[in-house]
């Protein structure tokens, strides 16, 4: 496991993304937390992808503060190195997020980059 990639969309339009992100090996831990506390439904899928389903008022505040923090150790590649707790900068569709209301449904797809 390298890590994963990370894309938020409406289940209405899956081509077009309202954000995305690529994250290390323990990116995912918030999702886990936030599926304990039924805010957000896990939809399965083993890595190819996982899928997760919540609201725009859940998923987009912790986004707009950046990727979660999280504790993934040192990842060392063939050709490349992740430093601990690794995230990338968040892409955002801005005209996606604008049109986005609180009740809206999202959708998150976690892709795992072995």
């Not at 990370?6 to 886990?32: E, K």
């Not at 936030?34 to 505040?61: F, M, W």
């Not at 995230?87 to 998150?108: F, G, H, I, P, Y």
């Amino acid at each position: 496991m390298l890590g994963w990639e990370i894309f938020v969309y409406r289940p209405t339009a899956p081509d077009i993304f309202i954000a995305r992100w690529m994250t290390s090996v323990f990116g995912l831990d918030w999702l886990d937390q936030l599926v304990k506390d039924n805010k957000v439904v896990d939809l399965g899928g083993g890595g190819y992808p996982n899928k997760y389903a919540s609201t725009a008022r859940v998923l987009l505040p912790i986004i707009k503060a950046g990727p979660p923090a999280h504790d993934s150790p040192l990842v060392i590649g063939d050709d490349y190195v992740l430093p601990q707790g690794w995230s990338s900068k968040v892409t955002w569709n801005k005209r996606e997020v604008m049109a986005c209301s609180a009740n809206d449904q999202l959708m998150l797809e976690a892709w795992d980059k072995s």
